[in-house]
């Protein structure tokens, strides 16, 4: 494993980056479709510098894990973030079993967010740790099976190496293994992103909540690198669907003019996937807590059809 | 028109309440000892306390009343009693019953009806708590308007000064029951809450998400205001009055000038009652709309809440266009109404009907074809039409469940019997069909408010209301857009009132809320909660 460290530097610096501009983008744009004006797409920076600036609140019942846990899911977010081909490929870490240590790291992540939820003991944490549980044990197998007809498609469980052999064979987005996994991916996007149909991002209603009921109580600086890290991770999963589904124009390395390129081809996707999951929100309700793992459910068969057809169609 | 025995009932009386009292006189012979009928559809009878068990059970049994509500006054000085009354109402005939019950000074006791009316829990304990009167046999006789960490005073005993400052809080705070069984849960939620809202404690008792138990505690705004007015002149009082809930200023208004115009006696021009219409049903509107919204923002639809809005904000500007206020306060006066709607602003409300028929069709129809919302919105929260009637559930929740009133119909004030209208009813009782009572009387308060436009009578403004009478006492209701308000009054010399009860739907309706979200999920609970949306701080006062 040799690394590049000009990718390397590049890549995490894009990461960080992007990730709240993202946020924010997708925060404008459901905004204006509700004919409100909302924030500016780089108020989450703002926010971010608000909380680190702020001092932290810490329950007393709280132990060492509550401040270990933004830690862990920061780093795990960020070195998920360094995997995943943005840009240019390869991505600049390259970690055994590709897309199989993706998938652990942000498990792993997602444990640790579980464990800062019920480590204060206060209910509402206890709740979204219980039910970020029950969905991520249906998301996770979904998102994996996607992955993996990617993979099968490009011969390796490497996400680097999967992006490279998708370039060029543009016919492979009319094949169904192929249109069966990205619907399979977009669900779990939206479940994993904590979006509606599964969760709403934008309520205050602590009951309903998943996510935000896990980092509640949170503040100040911790809650600055939870927030950063739900952006990160929602960067990847994007990248992740607009990289390994429509493989083209990254830039085949470092070269300056190939890098512009590749980030003006990063920039349409993700718009593209932004307005997306802003209309899925804007039209429509959130579910019944109860048939959430139905939609999950739902994505889990997609993602199987998509690999039972790779081989029936090959 | 008083008169002390039993045969002759003033001609004036409503016929269908004459024929109820004549038969209440027979069979309670003796024990009925004074009858007083200041109004064609308001009676008063003085009853031996140790009657009051079997008269609710007759009025209810024979007359179909329903006990609407329970208060006290401390009448020590000048009846070396304590009373209790009891409104009666008679829907089918519109008229009210008022039992009025003298309780020693000493160590006052009466038998408690809750568990014959469990709609009275609440209002009995209020009386407890407020007066010192116990209420024997009553099935949880814990405090409940003045939490546990009040020192032993009654506030509402005349004894009692308004501007006494009371030792900070000492002992045991209250004790929750507790459900114990593997997997339960507690959730505590409140009673400071994340959105604008005011303070309530509601403890989750949970098997992982269906809630088992749910534990409401309100009076954390308590604020002493019936107290208030008895320190008040009376036309201060409609001031007071609008600020008992705010978003039901003109109703609350409403209803007390309703009550000091009756203790006047004072006939209110055709012009200021049809004015009044047209506000009550403006408040309707802008409420309703904004509930229609709320909803769909709880089951995270915010498209048709942003919709909701924009219609809401309209009708609120139109309402300051006519009357100078958003949320028309200042408008309510004794009398009549303080401002006139002159051609420009007619013109504007008229507009305002229009653009709102339109539009407010189209939200009902995005919401209509909106099946993730529907799915959210029915089965849920169910508040069974039996469950409604124990309760005494009114308003617009009543009517979701089945129970087919609004003062508006049964005892038309204001313009009202110079209009038509409908009354939605629906049985099914879920969060649904509170939205889909609130979607028709949307369109039935338009109609309304076009047909009041189309008959406004001219002529005066208000009928001035000189100092009223001491001693008397007089009922005043309105339908609000959430329920019936009440409010009683009773003179006192100096233009000033003696004793002011005032009754908010919210007060009625909180426990409904216990009942409906069983067999709920908890992240079910806050569309349950927007669907009745009640009001803290009407029922804290």
Known sequence: MNIDITSLIAQTALVLLLSPLLSGLIASLKAKLQNRRGPRVWQPFFDLIKFFRKDM??????????????????????????????????????LFGGAL??????????????????????????????????????????????????????????????????????????????????????????????????????????????????????????LAMLEWAASMKQLVLFGLLANLFFP??????????????????????????????????????????FRVPDLLGAAFVLATLALVSLFLFR | MSSSGSKSFSAALKPGLRRAMEALAKQFRGRITRVDAPRPDEVYLDADPVMAGALCSTLYKKHGARLAGVFAEDARTSERAFLVYQIYALDAVGGFVVVRLALPPEDPALASLTSAVPAVNWQEREIQDWFGIRLLGHSNPRRCAMHDDWPPVHPMRKDFDLRATLP????????????????????????????????????????????????????????????????????????????????????????????????????????????????LELERLYNHVADIGAICTDVAFVTANMHAMRLKERVLRTNEHLTGNRLLRGMACLGGVRFDFDAGRIGALSGLLDELGNEFNDLVEIIRSHSGTRDRLETTGVLSPKVARDLGIVGVAGRASGIDRDMRRDFPHDFYDEVQFTVPVFSEGDVQRRLAVRREEVYQAISIIRQTLNKLPDGPLRTEVREVPPDRVALGFVEGWRGEIFHWVHTAPGNRLARCKVKDPSLQNWPALSEAILGNIIPDFPVVNKSFNLSYSGTDR
């Open chain 1, 57 to 94: 609140v810490i329950s007393e019942h709280a132990s060492g894990v509550f401040a270990a846990v933004p830690h862990v899911v920061f780093a795990t977010a960020l070195m998920a973030g360094l995997m995943v081909p943005l840009a240019w490929v390869p991505a600049p870490l390259q």
């Open chain 1, 248 to 289: 083209f124009g990254l830039a085949p390395g470092m070269l300056p003019a190939a890098v512009a390129q590749g980030m003006g081809w990063l920039a349409i996707k993700l718009v593209g996937l932004a307005v997306a999951v802003v209309l899925v929100e804007f039209t429509n309700a959130k579910l019944r807590l």
């Open chain 2, 168 to 279: 900070p809080f000492r002992g045991e705070r209250h004790k929750f029951r507790e459900v114990e069984g593997e997997g339960v849960f507690q959730v505590p939620v409140g009673p400071v809450h994340a959105g604008i809202i005011e303070p309530g404690h509601f403890l989750f008792s949970v098997a992982g998400e269906p809630v088992l138990y749910l534990q409401l505690r309100l009076f954390y705004v308590h604020k002493g205001t019936e107290k208030l007015f008895e320190s008040l002149l009376i036309p201060h009082g409609v001031r007071l009055a609008e600020s008992i809930s705010g978003d039901s200023g003109f109703a609350h208004a409403t209803a007390f000038c309703h009550a000091v115009e009756r203790a006047a006696g004072v006939e209110i021009p055709a012009r200021a009652r049809a004015l009044r219409t047209i506000c």
């Open chain 1, 101 to 222: 240590a993706l998938v652990g790291l942000l498990a792993l992540g997602r444990f640790f967010l579980a464990l800062g939820g019920l480590d204060p003991g206060s209910a509402f944490g206890g709740m979204g740790s219980s039910r970020e549980m029950t969905i991520s044990a249906i998301a996770e197998p979904a998102m994996m099976l996607a992955i993996f007809t990617a993979a099968i498609a490009g011969g390796s469980t490497n996400l680097s190496q999967i992006v490279m052999a998708g370039d060029g064979h543009a016919g492979r987005f009319l094949e169904p293994a192929h249109t069966l996994a990205f619907s399979a991916m977009f669900i779990v996007l939206l479940a994993e992103t904590g979006r509606v149909p599964v969760d709403n991002p934008a309520t205050h209603l602590e009951l309903t909540m998943i996510h935000e009921a896990m980092i509640l109580e949170y503040s100040g600086r911790y």
